[in-house]
């Protein structure tokens, strides 16, 4: 069984300031992750995946994920947080390869940004 | 615009009624998926089909609820009698497993409001 628990149900940060969304997740079997974002009234986005190539991934507006195995973490950052990064982001587990299973979300994490 | 489409935007119905949701996918993709999403929650999986076939169905996915996807192109989603906890936000996404892609592309989603 796969699931993801997101640390953080809200997250504020200062513009300019580094933001850190924290994601553990289980997986019986070596897992596909994704970061996904939700503004208000818009759909959910595609930030970032980890599909067992690279450990550092690099995603849109400068967000970037490290998949660490030996915790079980894929935690997004970024170097300096923009007013328009205010939204909810979820971290999303599915098992790589697995065929017949959909993706399992975390409950998501409320990022605002202050001026 | 080529992304996956959702009618209607928003529905309100009274208890007892029934409604009925259209997701229209990305052209190319054999992958659609219902998603439910709740406020303050991530959102959970209902179902999908890949083409015509429906692969898989959620335990949240009472008696009330039946999807089809017909032609293996657009899907509708309809709740029978509805309940007011059936208010939520029904999401569609779609992917194309074939070409190795997990990514699922996410609808604007229909809001439903049962009153």
């Known amino acids: 069984a796969q699931s993801v628990t997101q640390l953080d149900s809200h997250v504020s940060v200062s513009e300019g300031t580094p933001v850190l969304l924290r994601c553990n997740y289980s997986s019986s079997y070596s897992p596909s992750l994704f970061w996904y974002v939700q503004h208000p009234n818009k759909g959910l986005q595609l930030l970032l995946k980890y599909t067992s190539a690279a450990t550092l991934v690099k995603g849109i507006n400068g967000f970037e994920a490290e998949f660490k195995k030996s915790e079980t973490s894929f935690h997004l950052t970024k170097p300096s947080a923009h007013m328009s990064d205010a939204a909810e982001y979820f971290c999303?587990?599915?098992?790589?390869?697995?065929?017949?299973?959909?993706?399992?979300f975390g409950k998501g994490t409320r990022l605002s940004v202050i001026a | 615009d080529t992304g996956v489409s959702q009618n209607p935007r928003h529905k309100i119905t009274k208890r007892g009624q029934n409604v009925t949701f259209r997701c229209d996918p990305i052209?190319?993709?054999?992958?659609l998926y219902w998603y439910r999403q709740t406020l303050g929650q991530g959102p959970e999986f209902l179902t999908y089909?890949?083409?015509?076939?429906?692969?898989?169905k959620s335990r949240l996915l009472s008696d009330r609820f039946s999807a089809e996807r017909p032609k293996g192109s657009f899907s509708t989603l309809e709740i029978q009698r509805t309940e007011q906890g059936d208010s939520a936000m029904y999401l569609c996404?779609?992917?194309?497993?074939?070409?190795?892609?997990?990514?699922?592309?996410f609808g604007q989603g229909t809001r439903l409001t049962v009153v």
């Open positions: 052209s190319e993709h054999n992958r």
């Open positions: 996404a779609s992917s194309s497993w074939d070409r190795g892609g997990d990514e699922a592309f």
């Open positions: 089909f890949q083409n015509e076939a429906q692969l898989e």
């Open positions: 999303v587990v599915t098992p790589l390869l697995s065929g017949n299973t959909p993706l399992v």
